[in-house]
């Protein structure tokens, strides 16, 4: 894949952009940091660039011509907001009707709409991973913990019902432990739907001495790969750790492992085991 010159490069939370922006500047690709409002800062950030509302698309596209990026990247955390009470400038205004159509069939839906108005303006959408590959997970376990024989039902249930969830737009992740669907994502993303397992009685569920249960994050199956692939980091294996879980599987060069190294040694200390299995 040829790549250009510069890019935009709107950042969410978390240190995925950073990630990105590594890659870029290792490929001496320039990067304009567009800062998403509420969940980035500039001042997290070395690289030039301006901090913009979710409801700021016609300045956005303005910015980006200007500054002659003709490819964007998305990377990191932005939340779904109540659209009720989001400022908009006029262009944003006139795509709400589409963007609540959208957002009323799921994220994925939502994600490839806006994907699709920025295409429709020239722009070329890459994603984080074509700009940098290291946080993706490679096939194979990552840390000193494997599944063994009692933990593969679990995972092949928690992986299909992942994939059935996720063919309704509904989410990426589902808990399963002895064959019990647990709990599935839905818009409360991840981190709360560990908590929610953290919370059930330990019958049903794993502890710190017998750790049982698998977490599945998986694409969907009709998603647009180029936006929010699945991602874990330190905090989904403490969060992991706390519901008792004895690992956590997601598709070998289909998610991202945020902070790789601080993951792994989470998941060595509390014995839990991270696999990035290979597609069948």
Known sequence: ??????IALIAGGGTLPHEVISGALQRNLSVYVAA??????????????GEFGLGEFKRMLKVFKAEKCTHIVMAGIIERPDFKSL???????????????AAAKGDDALLSMIVSEFEKEGFYILAPQDICQTPLIQAGV???????????????????????????????????????????????GTDKMLERVA?????????????????????????EDRVDLPTIGPRTIELAAKAGLAGIVVEAGKAFVLDKEHVRTL???HKIFVLGYEKN
């Open 36 to 49: 998403m409002t509420g969940f980035a800062k500039m001042s997290d950030f070395d690289s030039p660039g």
């Open 1 to 6: 894949m040829s790549l250009p010159q510069k």
């Open 87 to 101: 400022k908009l400038d006029l262009r944003s205004l006139s795509l709400l009707p589409k963007v609540l159509k």
């Open 199 to 223: 919370c059930l009685p330990e019958n049903i569920r794993g502890n710190a001495e017998t750790r049982l249960g698998v977490l599945s994050k998986r694409l969907k199956p009709e998603q």
């Open 267 to 269: 998941a060595d200390k």
């Open 142 to 188: 990552l840390g000193a913990y494997s599944p063994t024989k009692k933990h593969q039902a679990d995972i092949i249930k928690a992986r299909e019902t992942a994939l059935l969830m996720g063919a309704h737009d509904i989410g990426q992740g589902c808990v399963v432990c002895n064959g019990l669907v647990l709990a599935v994502e839905a818009q409360e």
